[in-house]
Structures are given as C-alpha cells and as structure tokens.
C-alpha cells in the first residue's frame, strides 16, 4: 500500500497499520501481524469479527433494498428490529428511534426530553444536566454535556452547557468520604445541582450507569443508581441512561441498569448494537412519553438521512438473534468474573495498577504513580499511552481511557473483549498483557 496517505487520522501524523481482515477476537494486518482486539475496538466489535450470520443477513438484505427514506416509508427489518427491542428493554421502554451513532442517540434523548415537558405545558423545563467524568458524545449538544475536560476545552465556546453533578467515583471520592459511610454524597449531589436550578426548569438528567471514555470502567456504589432513580422521581425529572456503551449485553447483562433493577424514561444505545457492522444507534423511549407526544404534535423532532435505512436496520436484526442464540450476554458474566480475577492477579504483580473495576467485559484499570497515594501519571499521561501502545506491538489492543486532568484526576485503561471471548484468549490477553506491565512497571 502506498506510503503516502491523504485520509483524516486522529494522530495526523501517525501512520496506523492497516487491517486486512478479522476473524472472531482476532484482527490482522496487511503484514500478516495479529492482534487480539482485547477492547473490541472502542468496546464495539461484541460479537468478534466475521460471523458468518451477520454477513448472511447483510447480503440477504442488500439483495432486496438498502435505502428507503424514513418519512416516505419504512421497512420490515426496521420494523422488526425495533419489536425485538422493545422485547429487550425494560419496563415500558417500548419505542425505537433510529440514529446512526451513539452522540446522535443522545441528541436525540435531549430532544425527546425537552418536547416531552413542552407537550405536556411546561415549556421551561427545560434543561439537561449531567455529570463530571462523563462522555456522551462529540456533536455539541452531546459534548456539552461531557464531563470530558481534553475533548470540551477547544470548543467551550460553543458548548451550551457544562456537566454540574459529581461522578460516583469511589476511588477518587469528589467528596473525600467512604462507601457506605459516605451516605451516597454522589447521588445526592444530584439533588443538591436540582434544587440550585429548580426542578421547574430541568428537563432530564443523563447518566452512563458504568463510565467509559472518561474514567475507564467507574461503577458507581449500590443504591447510587436507586438513589438517583428515587430524586429524579420525586423531582419530576426525567432519567436518560446512556447505554451507549454498556448496552446490549457489555456488562453481563442486556442493559446495565438491570444491575440495579432501574427503569430508565430513555435510554441511548449504539456500538455493540451493531457490533460494529454497520453503523445504527437507538433512543429507547419510554410509552409515557411517547403517548404525550401521540396526544400532541405528534412529531419528533430529531432525525437524520439515514435514520432506520433497511441495510443498518437488517444487520443489527441479524446482531441481535447472534447475541441471543449463542447465550453471549450470560458469556459476558461469566467471562468477566473470570478476567477481571485475573486482571487482580496482575495488580498484586504491578503496583502501577490502582483499581480493577467494572462489570461483565467492560473492566477498567486505573494507572497510578503511587499505589498508596494514588498519585496519578494523567499529567503527562506517558504512560498509560505508552502501554496502550507497547500492548499494540505485541499484540493486544486496549482502550485508553481518561478526561484530562480537571477536578480529580485519573488515568486509566479500558479492557473489553468480544461477549463471544473464551477462557483460552482470556489467557492469552492476560499473558500479552502480563509481558507489557513488564516493560513499563
Ligand atoms: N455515549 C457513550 C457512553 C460512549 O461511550 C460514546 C462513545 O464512546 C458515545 C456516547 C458516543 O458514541 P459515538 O462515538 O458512536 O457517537
């Protein structure tokens, strides 16, 4: 391949190996190198690389039509995927609508939020807050509500808004306390940003159940998620869980929230509803607001070019039956207790490991310089680059996963194969991974 290249990169200057195929938990380039994708690229490829079913299905429907525009008509896999959804989401969160990433997803949930109390004659409900440590998207809406400091800070400018709630963070407690003493200070932190505002003016809050891109596998105490579910009632505020991450079987179970039996009113979802096959996202929506919606101006105000195309529409169809039929969510916890065992293993081993954390296959390792104090490498982040590269040469890919340096600090990595991975390339990710905390330690 030429040496050349005129393609956008995230690291202009980086030359990227270029794969040339991929195969269950494994991807190779066009040298022939092999890697094990230990983070499912960016925690998307769910089901590994080339099933066969998901192809089948893609032909099938290529075959047929790939393009209808949704306000002209719609289709029977759109139609079917949103019917297996509304099987698969919790309580009443029974209506499907279709976007082509996870930032639009979350556009969408805002919009939603937002016409909901409109509709119902509260126009100045109207606002969407969130938390530090967070990550929801890169489109402006979703970034503003990001409490990603590296991702926001070129475009304050232009952000609406700012996250306003502390993160339920207990190795870096924002408030300095213990879990359980602490009386769950980070829900009611909630609370507090809700009275500051006044209820009357806040349309939703919007939350990952287990953070991701910001802070690598943060999973929040239990009652944390009851808590909040409780104060977003009792202030008549909606709860939007982004899923985005978390959905479709990551945490060992269909959606995160199940870990603590919380209905969400929305929920987004995007990568491994796909599994990276093609690009679709969701806003699960809740019967309650879609009835006052029905009862108003029936319209959504949100939507894209693509939104529901038959092609998208198809393969996730095809994704889903895949994770069903081959039990891949009940793989995902068992998988997952096993890695993360391991994964504490090599903590014992390496001090630069702080915390192993996280559920099901989206596990997380916070890197310190100091294991006691806690004294974290984010400054120059050196070093969790560095592992993420070193791992990289020999073989295994890993997530980077940090906000910057803001408020409290915290570098970490993400570490979440395929729902399909077996105990023997666990092990083989957990020795590639044992030889490059032995270059770096
Ligand atoms: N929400 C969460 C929790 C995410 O992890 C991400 C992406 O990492 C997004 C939203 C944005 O999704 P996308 O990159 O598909 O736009």
Same mark, same amino acid.
């Given at each position: 391949?030429?040496?050349?290249?005129?393609?956008?990169?995230?690291?202009?200057?980086?030359?990227?190996?270029?794969?040339?195929?991929?195969?269950?938990?494994?991807?190779?380039?066009?040298?022939?190198?092999?890697?094990?994708?230990?983070?499912?690229?960016?925690?998307?490829?769910?089901?590994?690389?080339?099933?066969?079913?998901?192809?089948?299905?893609?032909?099938?429907?290529?075959?047929?039509?790939?393009?209808?525009?949704?306000?002209?008509?719609?289709?029977?896999?759109?139609?079917?995927?949103?019917?297996?959804?509304?099987?698969?989401?919790?309580?009443?969160?029974?209506?499907?609508?279709?976007?082509?990433?996870?930032?639009?997803?979350?556009?969408?949930?805002?919009?939603?939020?937002?016409?909901?109390?409109?509709?119902?004659?509260?126009?100045?409900?109207?606002?969407?807050?969130?938390?530090?440590?967070?990550?929801?998207?890169?489109?402006?809406?979703?970034?503003?509500?990001?409490?990603?400091?590296?991702?926001?800070?070129?475009?304050?400018?232009?952000?609406?808004?700012?996250?306003?709630?502390?993160?339920?963070?207990?190795?870096?407690?924002?408030?300095?306390?213990?879990?359980?003493?602490?009386?769950?200070?980070?829900?009611?932190?909630?609370?507090?940003?809700?009275?500051?505002?006044?209820?009357?003016?806040?349309?939703?809050?919007?939350?990952?159940?287990?953070?991701?891109?910001?802070?690598?596998?943060?999973?929040?105490?239990?009652?944390?998620?009851?808590?909040?579910?409780?104060?977003?009632?009792?202030?008549?505020?909606?709860?939007?869980?982004?899923?985005?991450?978390?959905?479709?079987?990551?945490?060992?179970?269909?959606?995160?929230?199940?870990?603590? $039996?919380?209905?969400? %009113?929305? @929920?987004? *979802?995007?990568?491994?509803? &796909?599994?990276?096959?093609?690009? !679709?996202?969701?806003?699960?929506?809740?019967?309650?607001?879609?009835?006052?919606?029905?009862?108003?101006?029936?319209?959504?105000?949100?939507?894209?070019?693509?939104?529901?195309?038959?092609?998208?529409?198809?393969?996730?169809?095809?994704?889903?039956?895949?994770?069903?039929?081959?039990?891949?969510?009940?793989?995902?916890?068992?998988?997952?207790?096993?890695?993360?065992?391991?994964?504490?293993?090599?903590?014992?081993?390496?001090?630069?490991?702080?915390?192993?954390?996280?559920?099901?296959?989206?596990?997380?390792?916070?890197?310190?310089?100091?294991?006691?104090?806690?004294?974290?490498?984010?400054?120059?982040?050196?070093?969790?680059?560095?592992?993420?590269?070193?791992?990289?040469?020999?073989?295994?890919?890993?997530?980077?996963?940090?906000?910057?340096?803001? $408020?409290?600090?915290? %570098?970490? @990595?993400? *570490?979440?194969?395929?729902? &399909?991975?077996?105990?023997?390339? !666990?092990?083989?990710?957990?020795?590639?991974?044992?030889?490059?905390?032995?270059?770096?330690?």
């Amino acid at each position: 391949m030429d040496q050349q290249s005129y393609l956008i990169k995230p690291l202009l200057d980086k030359n990227y190996p270029i794969i040339s195929h991929g195969m269950g938990v494994y991807l190779y380039d066009v040298n022939g190198k092999k890697y094990l994708d230990g983070s499912s690229g960016a925690v998307t490829a769910s089901i590994g690389h080339h099933v066969q079913a998901v192809i089948d299905a893609m032909t099938v429907q290529a075959g047929k039509v790939s393009f209808v525009y949704r306000s002209q008509f719609s289709s029977e896999p759109a139609e079917k995927l949103a019917e297996k959804l509304m099987k698969l989401a919790p309580g009443d969160v029974n209506w499907s609508f279709f976007v082509n990433s996870g930032t639009e997803s979350i556009e969408t949930a805002m919009k939603v939020a937002i016409q909901f109390w409109q509709e119902r004659g509260q126009p100045d409900k109207n606002q969407i807050i969130s938390r530090w440590k967070s990550y929801h998207g890169i489109t402006i809406g979703a970034l503003s509500l990001s409490g990603h400091a590296d991702r926001r800070s070129r475009f304050e400018s232009i952000l609406e808004k700012s996250p306003i709630v502390e993160p339920p963070y207990c190795y870096r407690c924002p408030f300095n306390l213990q879990y359980p003493e602490c009386g769950l200070s980070c829900a009611m932190d909630l609370e507090r940003a809700i009275l500051e505002i006044g209820a009357e003016n806040i349309a939703a809050f919007v939350a990952e159940p287990i953070v991701g891109a910001a802070a690598g596998a943060v999973t929040p105490p239990d009652g944390y998620y009851q808590k909040v579910e409780e104060i977003c009632k009792k202030y008549e505020i909606l709860f939007i869980a982004d899923e985005v991450m978390t959905g479709i079987g990551r945490t060992g179970t269909m959606f995160a929230m199940e870990h603590w $039996g919380v209905t969400p %009113d929305i @929920i987004c *979802i995007g990568k491994g509803m &796909s599994a990276g096959y093609t690009p !679709i996202a969701a806003t699960l929506v809740s019967n309650d607001i879609i009835e006052t919606i029905m009862n108003g101006s029936k319209i959504i105000m949100s939507g894209h070019t693509y939104s529901a195309n038959p092609q998208s529409a198809a393969v996730a169809l095809a994704v889903l039956k895949y994770i069903e039929k081959e039990d891949l969510v009940e793989n995902a916890r068992v998988m997952g207790v096993y890695l993360k065992q391991l994964l504490e293993g090599l903590q014992v081993k390496y001090p630069i490991i702080g915390e192993v954390r996280g559920k099901g296959l989206l596990l997380g390792l916070e890197i310190v310089a100091d294991h006691t104090t806690k004294y974290p490498f984010s400054q120059e982040k050196a070093v969790t680059f560095k592992l993420i590269e070193k791992a990289q040469k020999n073989g295994l890919l890993i997530y980077p996963a940090s906000a910057g340096t803001e $408020g409290i600090g915290g %570098d970490a @990595i993400i *570490i979440a194969p395929p729902l &399909s991975v077996t105990k023997k390339e !666990i092990e083989e990710l957990i020795s590639i991974l044992d030889i490059t905390l032995s270059e770096i330690a």
